[in-house]
């Protein structure tokens, strides 16, 4: 059974035009699907439907072989920006999803230092968000979506803030960390590089409405996994890619 | 190095310039009041008000002690009524659009203007001072908190209701922290209000408290108990808005810049 499958999804604002239209997906335990599309493709709208924050015209998503259209509350959702409350500490952010489910603040403290350490965010439990660099804001925030759901998650852009140095360091981490949790996802990004190098497959949604017009399995050497972005493959990949979007995108603008 | 002494010098001259000021607005009150420039018995000179104070003393504690319960009750109930409507109006926003312009125009009343009525309705007894300072207290709290709960980042909210939090979860660990910021504000002003209202309504009427003192002192002419107890009441108003600052500072330990 698949973790999450998402049938036959379209969803608009008005009722007329379609945002997305016939989206089907589905993604495997521990596998990394990205869905790479430019900006005003619906990929967040995609995401809202999938977490249950709106509810899609027509179709289905299902979690764990359980229909939850239109409720939220059952997959982990990461944002662009960190969104740490500002005026909670590290570990009191990062313990958030324990607590609003019933956990006493203490025993929820308890059981978040192992990610702590995990992360790489050991000494920074007593801190605010605020005395954090944006790298590790993001791994707090990935740890507080870690900590919802350890099964799927759902992360909109979440390295795009970053300047392009931590941004290669976070990709690296990412890999690492997601190996070590295997965790399942969702990954939208409009980074073509950033796709290749983290995804086991990628599903290009352009169109207008938005569709999955292809998908796209990554195999990546084993003997190459640190330097990836560099081997011919990626090249290989990167130009496949790019002339998908180019063809699709001057046929019907998205 | 350099720059941490640099600012420890910025600091210190910030503090004694407005110190320096004061000081040397006191010595030309006193050199005024000294040579006759203004006749004694209507600017009695800063010393001779600092002696009133301390052979008053007992009197000014006795009366400060009336006027701070009525503003403390008077500051708790307002700072109570006003989140408790700030809340119900966030909740349900029919009743936002119904009472939202209603609180504005009872803010153009002068709340002066209010207090003889108050003390028709209600007496010469704390009441009626107690009222008027929930409706000064009222009107900053309820708003301030009104906006801290609106400018709740919205993403912040939807990524809350992503992870199943309710209503009220929403409330207490974004919205409510949320708004604290402009809620300390509003009650740094509020405060200084609360004090000066006790004083404008025992003016009016009642028994004991610095009001009442002063109205006392006033028809005795005795400007320098005058002086004496203004400095009191500006002294006292500063001590609360002390209070206010620490309060803040233990209820938003995130925040760094105090």
Known sequence: MSKLEIKNVSFSYDGKTDIIKDINLSVEK??????????????????NVISGLKRPKTGSVIID?????????????MLQKDLLLPYRTIEDNVALPLILSGTKKKAARQAVQDGIRRFGLDGTQKKYPGELSGGMRQRAALLRTYNFSGEIALLDEPFSALDTLTKGEMHSWFLDVMSEIKL?????THDIDEAIFLSDKIC????????????IEIKRPESHKKDFSLTPEFLEYKKTITEKLFVENTADMC | MFSRLKKKLLNTTDKLLPALAILILLAVWEIVSDTGIVPKYMLPSPVEVAQAFVTDFPLLLENSRTTLIETFVGLFAGIGVGFLF???MDMFKPIRKALYPLIVITQTIPPVALAPLLVLWFGYEMTPKVILIVLIVFFPVAVSLLDGYE????????LMRSMGATKVQIFRYVKFPGALEQFFASLKIAVS????????SEWLGGFQG???????????????KMFAVIFLISALSLLLMFGVNLLKKKCMPWDKRN
Do not use: Q
């Open chain 1, 184 to 188: 399942s996802a969702l990954f939208i």
């Open chain 2, 210 to 224: 610095l009001g009442v003192y002063m109205t006392r002192v006033k028809k005795s002419y005795a400007f320098d």
């Open chain 1, 30 to 47: 521990g596998e990394l699907i990205s869905i790479l599309g430019k900006s005003g493709c619906g990929k967040t709208t995609l995401f």
């Open chain 1, 65 to 77: 072989g359980e229909d939850v259209t239109g409720k939220p509350g059952h997959i982990s959702y």
């Open chain 2, 86 to 88: 700030a809340v119900i």
């Open chain 2, 151 to 158: 400018s709740a980042d919205k993403d912040t909210i939807s």
């Open chain 2, 193 to 200: 209000y609360a004090v000066v209202g006790a004083v404008i």
């Open chain 1, 204 to 215: 290009l949604l352009t169109g207008k409405p938005s569709s999955i017009t292809d998908i």
